[in-house]
């Protein structure tokens, strides 16, 4: 398994996927492309054998010194519970290095994301009921690291 920079030219590969991967929930329009073009040092494409097995999207905070947030992280279900996603954080955790804090937000619907999170070392800070709009409630996470 390769992990390596996102590229421009990624996005084209990994967009079609996403709805897929989220089990047809409609995703693709929380992934814009400028994640693979102004944050390629703190996005990751993960290929086996140069097919697309994951992603991870984040930035360092530019309010924040210490702080730095994943957006959105992918894995193909073929390749779920062999480690990649965790391999995919730990890449992102030493991309932005030394900042202390790591933030995400999922749904906290969304049990087999808590669950991945805190198996990491993530913390749920809070439940936001009105998050992302009225009534899209979302867990905030946190990770120390």
Same mark, same amino acid.
């Given at each position: 398994? @390769?992990?390596?920079?996102?590229?421009?030219?990624?996005?084209?590969?990994?967009?079609?996927?996403?709805?897929?991967?989220?089990?047809?929930?409609?995703?693709?329009?929380? @992934?814009? &492309? %400028? $994640?693979?073009?102004?944050?390629?040092? =703190?996005?990751?494409?993960?290929?086996? /054998?140069?097919? !697309?097995?994951?992603? @991870?999207?984040?930035?360092?905070?530019? =309010? $924040?010194?210490?702080?730095?947030?994943?957006?959105?992280?992918?894995? /193909?279900?073929?390749?779920?519970?062999?480690? %990649?996603?965790?391999? @995919?954080?730990?890449?992102?955790?030493?991309?932005?290095?030394?900042?202390?804090?790591?933030?995400?937000? =999922?749904?906290?619907?969304?049990?087999?994301? !808590?669950?991945?999170?805190?198996? !990491?070392? $993530?913390?749920?800070?809070?439940?936001?009921? /009105?998050?992302?709009?009225?009534?899209?409630?979302?867990?905030? !996470?946190?990770? &120390?690291?």
């Amino acid at each position: 398994m @390769l992990i390596r920079p996102a590229e421009p030219a990624d996005y084209a590969r990994v967009i079609p996927v996403v709805d897929e991967w989220w089990g047809g929930r409609p995703m693709a329009a929380m @992934l814009p &492309k %400028l $994640f693979f073009v102004h944050f390629r040092d =703190t996005s990751f494409v993960a290929e086996d /054998d140069g097919a !697309l097995a994951g992603f @991870l999207c984040g930035f360092r905070s530019q =309010t $924040f010194d210490d702080e730095a947030y994943i957006h959105f992280v992918g894995v /193909d279900p073929a390749h779920r519970g062999g480690g %990649l996603g965790r391999a @995919l954080y730990e890449r992102f955790f030493a991309a932005v290095a030394p900042r202390s804090v790591v933030r995400a937000v =999922t749904s906290p619907a969304n049990e087999r994301s !808590l669950a991945f999170h805190r198996a !990491l070392g $993530f913390e749920v800070e809070r439940i936001d009921e /009105d998050y992302d709009g009225q009534g899209q409630a979302r867990a905030l !996470l946190v990770y &120390k690291q």
